[in-house]
């Protein structure tokens, strides 16, 4: 079994920042790329940002230059500091890892259970 948990969401003004994180834990034998999706109240599901195991990051292009993604790869977990922060910016914030186990063997998709982020004066 493997468990992606979420961490650090809130309300927060306009301008501010905030840091959420998602430590994966479990039967894992290695963890792929991982990254934070953001759905809000009546729209679908989008990439925020993504990040490889060797660092390499991806930004949607409403972030870019206000957050930030990264990862410990010791401890499985991954953080998106977010600053600047705007009212369209509240949303459920979800972590994504694709993750390899040995039990069933094969590379999976793992979900967190989101952690809500509210923008607002």
């Known amino acids: 079994q493997v468990q992606l948990v979420e961490s650090g969401g809130g309300l927060v003004q306009p301008g501010g920042s905030l840091r959420v994180s998602c430590v994966a834990s479990?039967?894992?034998?290695?963890?792929?790329?991982m990254g934070w999706y953001r759905q809000a109240p009546g729209k679908q599901r989008e990439l925020v940002a993504d990040?490889?195991?060797?660092?390499?990051?991806n930004y949607a292009d409403s972030v870019k230059g206000r957050f930030t993604i990264s990862r410990d790869n010791h401890k499985n977990t991954v953080y998106l500091q977010m600053n600047s922060l705007k009212p369209e910016d509240t949303a459920v914030y979800y972590c994504?890892?694709?993750?390899?186990?040995?039990?069933?063997?094969?590379?999976?998709?793992?979900w967190g259970q989101g952690t809500q982020v509210t923008v607002s004066s």
């Open positions: 994504n890892a694709k993750i390899y186990t040995l039990s069933p063997r094969g590379l999976y998709d793992y």
């Open positions: 479990g039967s894992i034998f290695s963890v792929n790329a």
């Open positions: 990040i490889t195991s060797g660092g390499r990051t």
